[in-house]
Each structure stands twice: as structure tokens, then as C-alpha cells.
């Protein structure tokens, strides 16, 4: 399969989507592509997700601007200079007549007074879009907007909360190139190889879908630290491989999948179990997503089906009940549950949790729960990531103050017995739908059985 | 081949060579990680070269004060509460001892009067450079250095053209992993594929060597567009596949080589002809390469083989070296024949042409020669690249103002013959020793014999 572009009456109708909602027009950027050694070698340019959102392409240092009128977009006309070196760029009137949008050039740039905004991730946009709306703006001050800033985020939020048929499209395609990815990763695992060999294998698999990855991949036998980034690790024989990989369309939607997996292909009886506890978790949680089920429900529902386990396994001593309420989860399980899934893989996370949380909620402060990234009442056409985990984490077992008043229920001896699972974490992408919910990475081999025989 | 680093020592005596040479202290920063599409999304972390070249390692927010009573590193201190995520990260005193440096918490950095610096690359780390020596920097300004800044830059140069021990084995290492992508991008080739599928499988290589891309791969079936970095075309069965891919050592040294196959494994005779012409061409500048050449010589003795190959070819009537300096070369050659290597693809491109012109010289304004990047008479221990090619560009060849006065000898019936030949380059890397020079990428199939047995 190769990435299908959204038609362009799809991002048409998302303007208009957005534009009834503003009480005021709005200006959004592009943003232009990072320097990485020197000024001509750069990283792949990405779109900002607002701009993307509405125009489905990664035009460098455009800014499109809505009105009530009509949207037009300020685009820089194509140098012909570049063209030897770039290849042939389309006109603004070829760009106008392909997007079904007013185009006009950059430099024509006129805002309105009283435009609304919303902040660029780096500083050159940022400058960029100062100058533009003359005001000051902070870089990736999405979680501080005020005022026609803070209309037009809350806008922009409820517009992108529910995926259109187009966007769950991408999400589709973006769960496919994953599910290829993890399934290349399994096979390409075996002991004595790296973290570098497993990891190759599964982004080679996005880069020949032709997409990206939505961030960086995480794919290590210290599945312990929650963002392991490093690749140098050998495979040894009685390691788990956890992988947080995902792709993400050309349109910039993303997929964003863990699975965790024996290098030889057999889980030992203690990391089976282990598995088995995070699976029961995952399927707690997924059996309670739905529409209006309000997702720090989702969270706990993980939280308790974890803790049950863990009882059963003899690692906690006590009620599971009492044991959740003094905070037992989060000792093994620190993260949240998930998040909302969309063109930016913590979505629309560059306004802080404005998008994740409903008015009038936010974070709570207890240990299982201050990670917690979403906690809306969940709808038709939202998706999310579902992903408990499993984790022995030093910071937390030898700190007799993360414990607090669990300590005494944790049996250490017994855990000691499972030194062979430093992290296990099974996470899909979940599409709220009107009756139920959706898992859009189904296709991805998950139950012992399944992932015993992918990877051998 | 596992990715080495180089001994502390190594950086130690580069810190030391080039503060003897400096009359003023000096402040260098290592930068920041680029956001991509939100705050806690972002680009890998690439530190800024000069802070690389004399560090080694990747350390966000740090830097390195040169004084001639010593060099202190100052470093973020490691954040307990991040320890979770990102894993475990040395003490500054660990730090201390494992790069044999003087480390301070960055939070204590006072510099002195009159230090001077070399411009960042982004506006983020040049803010932070700007507040830590009060006074204005422009982002990507290297090219505009004045005063102690200019003669930081010129003592930086003069320490960082000559590759000492460490860095050639670093330029080897990228050299090596670059040769193992360039074979595995042959070997996956086959018609009905994508450039992407290519393209994956040079990039599985680079990653499962534990390196990193040292550029955005150009992996096409349309060469003539010097820099396309598209990868959406199929591999047509009369296509040359032409990829310029590199790899870059966790420490930042860089590979950059060119090599342009047929999809099939058989050259078409026309493929044949033109990919002998670029061959001699770059025969040519490897047999000129050496100490004391002016690396002018070494483009024109390139541009000189191709114009008389392609007269050999009925491309071109006339006398090879009256054609040549009518600008024949520059027809279907308009790039320079290569650049500086190092820790940068473009070795130091962020100090504009000061890297690459000796003082004194300047960028020719004819065809052939003005984007030729590197005008230094070559000394032992400089690293260049030799990348001849033939391109057919619309842009030049359908302009009556490009070809000038060479257009009545272009042959265009016998150059319509060729349709199958869009664009050619061989690349490779090349270290100036003290008798003559040496190819780091020999390994890598060239020869059309070697080529056709790769693929197939």
C-alpha cells in the first residue's frame, strides 16, 4: 500500500469547519524546516499540525489566513533558481487550482487587525509570525494562549477532536505501515543482533511504505526507562524487546504502537506472566473505551486490572482494591493509559493540556495518575492510544517515598523472581466510534501465541 | 563494525591546538533539540559541530569555555526526575572523568569580557548564546563573523582542516557504513520497486550500524534534479537509480558518497557510454588530488574529461579544450566536483566560503565553476569528495541564455539518443595524505562490471 493523499474538499470543509466556529481571523504558519550542522542541511521539513490540518501539505514558510470570507493561503512563489536543484515547483496558481484555495504570495502578507494565532514550536517561526501580526508570541507557548489566541486554540480544539472521514483515512493508512513495521521487527529479532538491527528492520519498513516516523522509536531491552532513545544494546537470550514505533502519513497523521517480545521467540514462564498481567490490563481498558466514558475511568479500569494481576502473581500482598486506592499501580504502571491520537502523536499536545483535558479538569497529583495526558469524556470519531505497562524501575522500588505506604504490601522476594522483565508495555490505536470503539492496529500479533510465532 | 569513540585524549588535544591559538577566550555552544511538531516531540539532538569537534558527545545545553588557563564544560545538571524517562545520566562529575574535562553546572556560567563564539544554527541556542555573552548574534551567521568572532572562526579552520588521528578513523567508519548502504541499495534494487524501497534499505544499513544519516538521502530515478529528496517513483526497466547516502558516526564525522546503478543490473549501451564519461571525468580529478593542488584544478581537470568524453560521443562538436572554455563543461556538469568533508557533510559551510576559498580567493561567477564549494591549495590531512556528473536539466538545456555560446556545438539529435540517461554521479571521499591521496569508499562497487554484479 502507498500513502493516499485526502482529496482536497476534505481539508475545503475543515476550513469552513473551523472558520464558523471564529469570532475572530486567523493567521496560521507553516514554520520552516530546522537547520541541523550548518544552514543547507536541514531535517526533513514538517508542517505545524494546525497548518497541516487545513491544507494537508508541507509548504515551507507559508501562512494561511482565515476569514469569513474565505481562506486564502500566502505561499512563497517557486524561484526558478531552484528548480536545478529542487526540481520543478508548481505555481501559485497550479498550488491554488490543486488545493482548491485562494493562493497569493507570501509577501503579499496583509493581516487583519485583531487576527488571532496560535504559537509556532521554534523561534524562527515564531519571529515569522510576530512580525506578521506585529505582537509578541511565544515559541511553543501553546499552553499560555489568551484572548483571540485562546478562541481560536479552543476552536481548533473541538474542530480536531472529532476525525473526519479523511483524517480517520490517514490514521488507517498510518496503523497499516505500523502494524508492517512491528511485524518486520519481530522478524528480524534474534539474540546476539542490537537494539540498532531490531530497530533498522522496522523503520526501514516505514521508510518503504513511504512514510515517517511520528517520533523517535523506541525500541530497547530497557524498556525500563520509559523513553529509551539509545539503540547500542545487545540482544541477549532471556531479554525482552519492548518497540514504541510508529509511522506517520505524508499528510502527517500518525500510528503509535508498543509491543514487547522474547529475542528467542518464548517468553520464560515469569515474563509470560508478566505479559499476561499488562495484556489483562490492555483488555480491561479496552473493553471500557466508548463513547461518553470519561478516560480517566479507561486509565484506572487498566490500573485495577493490573494490580489484580500483580496480587495473583503473589508481587503485592493485600485487597486489589485497597491496594489501587493507596496508589499500587502507579508503582509498576507510572504512566498514564494513553492519549488522543490525530496528526501529531500527542494530539494537539503543542496546547498543553488544554486538548487532552476537559474544562474543568486537570491533572491529578497522585502518583498512577499524574501522567495521566487525556481525561475528556470520550466521542464518536476520537481515537486514542490504549497502553499499560509493566515496569521495574529503580527510581521508584528503592525510593521509599515514591512507595509510600505500599511498600509494606510489596513482596520482594517474590519480585525478584521476575528479574528477567524490565518493561513490558502493549499499547494500540483505539478510534472511538458511535457504538463502541474500534482498534485500528488490530492486525498488529499481540497475544502470546501470536507473538511467539512472529517472532520465530 | 560497531560504531568507536574516540579516546578523551583525542579531544583534549584539539581543545589545546586550538586555544593556542586563540588571543581571546572563547564560548562554544552545543544547542538544543528542534521541536518538531510539539514541545516534547523533537528531532534527534544533533550538537552544533565546533562544541562536537572538541567534546565528542551530543550534550544539549552545554558549553564549552576555552581560556588558555584551561577548558571548562558547562553542562546541565542531570535532572532526578527525568532519570524515569530518558534513563540514568552521568553526575557532573562523572562527566568530568570520563571526558577528562574541568564540569561545572551550566547554571554557573560567567564568561569573560571579550570572549568570542561562532554563530548557532538556530535561533534558540543563538538566544541562549547571545544572553550568555550579552551582546547581539545572528542564528546561521557564521558567513558574517567579525573581530574576535572572525578570528575564532579562521583559528577553528585552520585546527579542524587538518584531520588529526581520531578523526581519520572516525571518516573511516562513517566511510565503512556508508559502503555497507551503498551495496544493500544495489542489492535491493529491481524495477516495480519504489526509490523508497531503496531508500529503506540504505537506511536499515546506516541505522543497524548504530549511525545516523549524515544528510537527507537522495535515493531517485530522476538524478537530474541535483538535490531531490522525493522517494515516491517506481523503478522503471530503462531507469539508473542514482542515490547520494552517507552515514555519520555517533561522534558526527561524516560519509558522503554517490553511486548510480541501473535497476536492472544492465547498463543500456547508452547508460554505458555516458557513465564511462563520468567515470573518466572522476578519474581524472582522483589522479590530480594530492598535497600542494589547488582544488580548482582538480574541478577543471574533471570538467576537461567529461567535455572531451562527450565529444568522443558525438554530444559535443568541436575542440574538447576550446570547448571547455566556452563553458561546455558547466552544461551538463553545473555542480562543483566536490567539498571539504568532515564533521560536516560540507565541512564548516556554517562559516560560508571562509572554510572552503583560501584568502584571497572567491567563487568564480562562470557556469562550470560557481558552485564549486572548496578552493584550497590540498594539504595532508584534508578530507574532500570527488563527485563528477552529467545531468540533463530542462532548466539549462532549454535556455538559449545558460548554453551561451556552446549551444551550436550541442549535438541535440546525437544527446536525444541518450533519453535514457537523466542524471549520473560517482562520488567518493577522499583523504589527502603526505605523498598523493587515498579513497576511504575504494570499497564501493564503481566500475561497470562491479555495479552490474551488485544489483544482479
Redesign the interface.
Known sequence: M?PKNSPPQAFRARRERLTAKLAEPALLASGFA???????????F?A??HFLYLIGRHIEGAGLLLRPEGAVLYAPAPD?AE?????PAPSLDALAKELEIEVRSVDDLAVPAGTATLPA????TT?WLAEALDRDLE??G?ADVEGADLRLAEAMIETRLSHDEAAVAQLRQAAEATADAHVAGMAATEPGL?E??V???M????????MTCS??SIVTV?GE????????HRLGERDLVLADVGAETPE?WAGDVTRTWPTTGRFSSTQRALYEAVLSAQRAALERVGPGVRYLDVHRAAGHALVAALVELGIFRGDPEDLYARGAAGVFF?HGVGHLLG????D???LGDRAGYAAGRSRAESRGDRFLRLDRDLAPGMAVTIEPGFYQ?R??LENAEELGDVADALNTAELARFADVRGIRIEDDVLITETGSEVLTAAIPKTIAEVEAAVR
Open positions: 502507498w530546522r537547520p541541523r550542522n550548518f544552514p543547507n542541511n536541514r531535517f526533513p514538517r505545524e499540525s526558478p528548480a536545478m536543484w529542487t526540481g514550536q521554534d523561534l524562527e519571529v515559541a511553543g501553546g542490537r540498532a538491527d530497530r533498522a528492520a523503520e526501514a519498513r516505514i521508510i518503504a511504505s513511504g517520533y523517535g530497557h526507562v520509559l523513553h529509551n532513545e539509545t539503540h547500542t502527517g507510572p496528526l501529531d502523536v500527542h494537539m499536545e503543542d524501575i527510581q521508584i
